[in-house]
């Protein structure tokens, strides 16, 4: 067996961090710094977020690539999401790359999403370079930091090596870097011969043949399917006769019509790529994430990468109710069905089921946000569709009921522990463990059931005034905790179809909280407010006010309504009960009702 050799010529790299740490303004620094754009080359901010939903929420949703070139040494970096949800992403990322750098905010020190993807890198068995980042923060506490880095290293079951990680400390909206606290440095030089020193460049076999494993998947309207990953061994050149290996063993033919790879945040067509590599191939058409492309003569498939099981379901299906097809494009079951399966084919965490009712499906992922993600993709594309309350699902082992149990981290003012506390253990939560900071905050961690979570977020903020921030990862399963009431309120409910008036409202607003305004359709079992008692209420919110021919002087024509805040879909998916549905259009977002007539409620 001939010896592994090294490419040196590449470096293949993932930045991993948790929400909001500075991720994607770092590798903004790095191509602008590294010479991928031009001299006075117009660029926007956090060029790596190409999503409308990326830009809007301020967070990685997708796992992206792009390439810089520093000393003749090509570095490929991969943009990792920093959310729990998403953790499909950074899996499939992670088997690209052969180190990666850890980035952690000076001040706020690393936190859940830190550690969930920092676990799925060390068990990688990943070079790891550590980033202390904003370092200019007035709250900054890079050398309390680094030793919380250490404790989490040491808490993960890093080994000695793992544990001798370089260190950096950098201002990343500045793209600066610099190797210790004390010099001062303007430019991320010192971050760039990091990486090409620490981090090995990818090792090959040379006597093994091609192999390149699928981690992403891409469409070009030119070019069809566009299959991304790595390539273990060997070398590929376009026109190549290949084979592809897929989930069954499967072994399909197929003939790469272009070969390109990352040149900057471009593509780049060329001849030949060889071990070590992150190409593209364009030409393939059955492929799927996880796949292997290898010789025709000596086919040989590689591990498929390995995901999460899922925790929570939602129940997606055509709209059914009397405003249905009015605001969108895209209306029927056979359309909706084919755009899940669709995203079952990019997106590796999710899993799509045909349920037993007509029209409608299973989608089976890892949190509210992702499922959150998909329903507003699919929205913005012209769908219009219903959706049910995210059920967690639920393991059955030795004739025992499992749930899935996160790990909550909570950091709020001290002022409001008892409130959180109160509500956490009343969802059958655990208090773990509590840090006060000394700045009036305090730091809370909670073993939860995964469903205590959801629907909670909106109350823990309202409970917080607003202030608080919380984080969770899955932990596992354990033992079914047992039963809590979910939802105290009941709704409001139309027993009527519709327009909404300002007079029936202004007589609605003492019985709770409204969701509609003047002028909106409703019609019968729409949900058009929260009700303050826990029972669910008819009402009618067309009602006119009687004309009489007694003139008054002006007393009751200005009715003042309280302001509705808009409907969004984290608080419709957080506010309905298991007897009630959303309905999502490209315009709006309704509350109704499963079963729309009143006598048969």
């Known amino acids: 067996m001939k010896k592994r050799i090294q490419n040196q010529n590449v470096r293949n790299i993932a930045i991993i961090a948790h929400v909001d740490h500075g991720k994607t303004t770092l590798v903004d620094h790095m191509l602008k710094q590294s010479g991928t754009f031009r001299a006075g080359q117009d660029v926007d901010d956090r060029v790596m977020d190409s999503m409308d939903l990326e830009r809007e929420r301020g967070i990685t949703i ?107 400390y950098a201002i990343g909206v500045k793209g600066q870097a610099q190797l210790t606290l004390d010099e001062e440095n303007d430019n991320f030089q010192p971050l760039f011969d990091t990486i090409v020193e620490e981090i090995p460049g990818p090792s090959h076999n040379p006597e093994e043949p091609f192999q390149m494993l699928v981690t992403n998947l891409d469409y070009s309207e030119y070019l069809g399917r566009l299959a991304i990953g790595r390539v273990f061994h060997g070398t590929v050149k376009s026109n190549d006769q290949l084979v592809c290996i897929n989930d069954k063993g499967e072994q399909l033919p197929l003939r790469i019509s272009k070969l390109q790879v990352y040149d900057g945040l ?9 071990a070590g590599d992150i190409v593209i191939l364009a030409g393939i058409e059955n492929v799927k994430i996880g796949d292997t492309i290898t010789n025709k003569e000596t086919p040989k498939a590689l591990p498929r990468i390995t995901v999460d099981e899922p925790t929570v379901s939602m129940m997606f299906t055509i709209n059914t109710s009397p405003l249905s097809g009015k605001e969108g494009k895209i209306v029927q079951g056979a359309k909706i069905r084919e755009r899940l399966f669709k995203e079952t084919l990019r997106n590796v965490a999710i899993k799509v089921e045909d349920a037993e009712a007509s029209d409608s499906f299973i989608v089976k992922g890892r949190g509210e946000l992702q499922m959150a993600i998909i329903i507003e993709q699919m929205r913005r594309e012209g ?82 005034k607003g202030t608080g921030i919380m984080n969770s990862y899955l932990e596992g399963f354990e033992e079914y905790r047992g039963d809590f009431p979910t939802r105290i309120n009941g709704s409001l409910v139309s027993d009527r179809q519709g327009t909404a008036v300002p007079y029936a409202l202004f007589n609605l607003e003492p019985r709770g909280i409204l969701f509609v305004q003047p002028g909106d359709p409703v019609y019968e079992g729409m949900i058009v407010g929260e009700n303050s008692r826990s029972q669910d209420l008819n009402v009618n919110p067309c009602k ?56 048969m409620r």
């Open 62 to 168: 997708a796992a992206k690539n792009c390439s810089v070139y520093w000393k003749d040494v090509k570095i490929n970096i991969l943009d990792t999401p920093g959310h729990a949800d998403f953790g499909g992403e950074v899996e499939r990322a992670l088997k690209m790359v052969d180190g990666a750098i850890l980035l952690v905010d000076a001040s706020e020190g690393p936190l859940p999403q830190t550690r969930f993807v920092l676990k799925k890198a060390l068990e990688a068995n990943l070079r790891i370079v550590v980033c202390i980042n904003k370092i200019d923060r007035s709250d900054a506490r890079p050398q309390e930091v680094l030793d919380e880095i250490y404790d989490l290293f040491i808490d993960l079951d890093a080994s000695e090596d793992q544990l001798e990680f370089p260190v950096l």
């Open 266 to 274: 471009k593509l780049l067509e060329v001849k030949e790529a060889e």
């Open 383 to 464: 769908f219009e569709f219903t959706v049910g309350r995210p059920i967690v699902i639920y393991k059955i082992e030795d004739g025992k009921k499992l749930e899935p149990i996160e790990r909550l981290f909570v950091d709020c003012d001290e002022n409001f522990v008892g409130i959180v506390t109160e509500k956490i253990s009343f969802r059958k939560g655990r208090l773990m463990n509590m840090d006060n900071k000394g700045s009036g905050r305090t730091m809370m961690e909670f073993s939860v059931p995964s469903r205590s979570l959801l629907g909670y977020r909106n109350e823990f903020l309202t409970d917080t």
């Open 544 to 599: 006119e006010k009687k004309a009489t021919n007694v003139r008054s002087s002006g007393k009751d024509t200005g009715i003042v309504l309280t302001p509705v805040l808009p409907m969004t879909l984290e608080k419709a998916i957080d506010f309905i009960r298991e007897d009630e549905l959303i309905e999502v259009t490209p315009k709006s977002i309704r509350l109704r009702k499963t079963i729309l007539q009143q006598n």
